[in-house]
């Protein structure tokens, strides 16, 4: 696990390197799959429930699961990039949003926010706490700001699958039961948040997840290994 998401965060930092306006999302699928050959791993994302390519690439009010496209990214774009890899059994998954160019104070605040909700939902993850301790670090944060948490798609635990229980919101849900976090668990805890409205809209490629308002949306994620001396992340480099 540390191996895979090891790898999965250092493909998915040269991938960032190459977000610049100018630049298409293709290019930067191009780039992880060649990073994946370099790595000798597989592309977890690619073929996945039929899902097409090895990134998701989403800009700007695109939440999650964006195609790659000859789209080009624009100065002031903001570009959400998930990506995950399988490596001798085990998965990987990693997410990070990058600013394209110089970006507007708004879209700087929201994944200023987004991430330090990631890094509160994060420090929740000890033995003995509540994994909705994670959620509610995450919404706290998020909505303190008046940024509204996207609560249609949510992190998860991963192993020798890439989805596995527990579902890791990033909210707490009504009437939730408790859920106690144990040293040997891994979850990727991966806030998106949304400057507008919760509601989301899928697009006709029926993959694309959009703000229903089409207000901008950050996504930032890692996974982390609960351990008896806290919270470990793997996908850190």
């Known amino acids: 696990m540390r191996e895979a998401n090891r790898i999965a965060a250092n493909i998915l930092n040269e991938v960032g390197c190459l977000v610049v306006p100018g630049v298409t999302t293709w290019e930067l699928e191009e780039k992880a799959i060649e990073l994946c050959a370099a790595f000798d791993v597989i592309p977890a994302f690619k073929g996945y429930l039929g899902f097409p390519y090895a990134l998701c690439c989403s800009v700007n009010e695109e939440i999650v699961h964006g195609f790659p496209s000859k789209r080009e990214l624009l100065d002031g774009d903001i570009v959400s990039i998930d990506f995950g890899v399988k490596f001798q059994g085990f998965y990987g998954d990693t997410a990070r949003t990058f600013p394209v160019g110089s970006i507007s104070e708004g879209a700087a605040h929201l994944l200023e926010i987004t991430l330090d909700s990631l890094r509160l939902g994060i420090e929740q993850a000890v033995p003995g706490n509540d994994l909705y301790d994670v959620s509610r670090a995450v919404q706290e944060r998020v909505e303190a700001q008046g940024f509204s948490v996207i609560k249609r798609f949510v992190g ?55 703000t229903k308002d089409r207000s901008l949306s950050a996504h930032f994620e890692h996974s982390v290994a609960i351990t008896k001396d806290g919270p470990f992340i793997l996908s850190q480099m």
């Open 156 to 210: 998860h635990g991963i192993g020798r699958m890439l989805h596995e229980k527990p579902e890791v919101p990033n909210f707490v849900p009504k009437n939730s039961s408790r859920l106690p976090l144990k040293p040997g668990m891994v979850i990727a805890i991966e806030p998106m948040v949304a400057i507008g409205t919760d509601q989301v809209e899928i697009l006709s490629d029926g993959w694309t997840a959009v």
